[in-house]
């Protein structure tokens, strides 16, 4: 192309490029983009973890602050950040994993253990020194295989008691809950929470189960199981029990429930998130649970996080719509809608999160959105 054509194509293609940049007025209805930023995952443009491999479903802060988080996709991923360098490093492809669903924790030691899906298998990777290791994409991960708590069934959610030194966790599809000792090596079953999908619904064949479970200060957890109710297991006599309390649904939609998210906090009490897009407080002792009302006009609320202000920060939103960010204020039970997770650094790029898969903060204050699509990005709040 010629001076003249190079010119003329120029003055046709910029008034375009500008209007593809938004215009200030839209920061005003976001997160304050002083307040967000994103990272990818890994070194861009070539050491990143994969299209299609990205999906952040689950993440985990470890005892000495490091952000851990596991993808789903194609293959599953490890990753690491460190807060004081700031970058996301990515360690290696976990085995015999497609999907790990909330189903990442780190115990006292700072050791992370997975739950692998489809294989079921509980894994446990040992840190070491990322500062003198080079990204090797597509690098498999060394793993410690403790094997399967539940032959045939997938790991969907895990947890952490640090204290007594123990994982809980839930299996698909057929809602097995089991507890494993990380000092002895053994696995225990505790029973099952859901014996039935729903009745009814021809396209809901999956028994209804939380995304998520709970620890509370005593050891004991709670999880939901079919038609919405809670269940607690002892920490100390690892027995499981039905209690006669469910999670907040749409009336008529009990059995279709779900709690998506928990957070345990400082008080003792337990929020959670349902799958109808409802805010709860559940007391462990009392075993009472109060319904704080729908923070958004969406379902699901993908996560919950601690800020540093005591307030609690969460995302809504399913597949079929943007992801949201909100507050809740626990003194005066108020609610801020932040808006979309959105970073514009104008004129350079604008990227946008649709859904959220899992949401973490550190004691630093920070939140951490993870990305669940199939380019993914770790977002970064500073409430």
């Not at 599809?173 to 021809?202: C, D």
């Not at 009990?254 to 349902?274: M, Q, W």
Request: proline residues 7%; aromatic residues 10%.
């Amino acid at each position: 192309m010629n001076r003249a054509g190079l010119s003329a194509f120029l003055c046709a293609a910029l008034p375009l490029a500008a209007f593809a940049q938004r215009d200030p007025g839209h920061d005003r209805v976001v997160v304050p983009q002083t307040r967000i930023d994103l990272r990818d995952l890994g070194y861009s443009p070539l050491d990143l973890i994969p299209d299609g491999e990205s999906g952040v479903t689950s993440l985990a802060v470890a005892p000495n602050g490091d952000i851990y988080g596991a993808t789903s996709g194609t293959r599953s991923h490890l990753f690491v950040l460190n807060p004081l360098h700031g970058y996301v490093f990515p360690i290696g492809v976990i085995p015999g994993a497609t999907s790990v669903t909330h189903s990442l924790v780190i115990s006292d030691e700072g050791h992370a253990f997975i739950g692998a899906a489809p294989s079921g298998h509980l894994l446990e990777y040992t840190p070491g020194d990322f500062d003198q290791q080079s990204i090797e994409i597509g690098k498999p991960l060394a793993v410690t295989d403790h094997g399967t708590p539940v032959p045939g069934e997938s790991i969907f959610a895990l947890a952490i008691d640090r204290k007594a030194n123990r994982i809980y966790g839930l299996t698909s599809p057929n809602a097995h809950l089991f507890s494993y000792s990380i000092s002895t090596h053994m696995f225990q079953k505790l029973g099952i929470v859901a014996h039935s999908a729903p009745w009814g619904e021809r396209n809901e064949h999956d028994k209804m189960m939380s995304r998520m479970l709970a620890v509370d200060g005593q050891g004991n957890v709670f999880v939901t199981g079919e038609d919405g109710y809670f269940f607690e297991v002892n920490g100390k006599e690892q027995t499981l029990q039905k209690l006669p309390i469910r999670a907040p649904a749409v009336p008529g939609r009990e059995p279709y429930t779900r709690v998506d998210a928990f957070l345990t906090a400082k008080s003792g009490a337990i929020y959670g998130g349902t799958s109808d897009g409802y805010l709860f407080r559940l007391d462990p002792e009392t075993h009472k649970v109060m319904n704080l009302g729908k923070p958004l006009n969406q379902y699901r609320i993908a996560g919950l996080a601690w800020g540093l202000n005591g307030k609690i920060y969460g995302a809504g939103g399913d597949e079929s719509e943007m992801s949201r960010l909100f507050s809740y204020d626990p003194n005066d039970g108020s609610y801020d809608l932040l808006g979309f997770i959105d970073v514009n650094r104008r004129p350079y790029f604008t990227w946008a999160a649709y859904v959220i898969g899992d949401i973490v903060s550190d004691d630093r204050g920070t939140v951490y959105l993870g990305e669940d699509e199939r380019i993914s990005k770790l977002y970064l709040f500073f409430p």
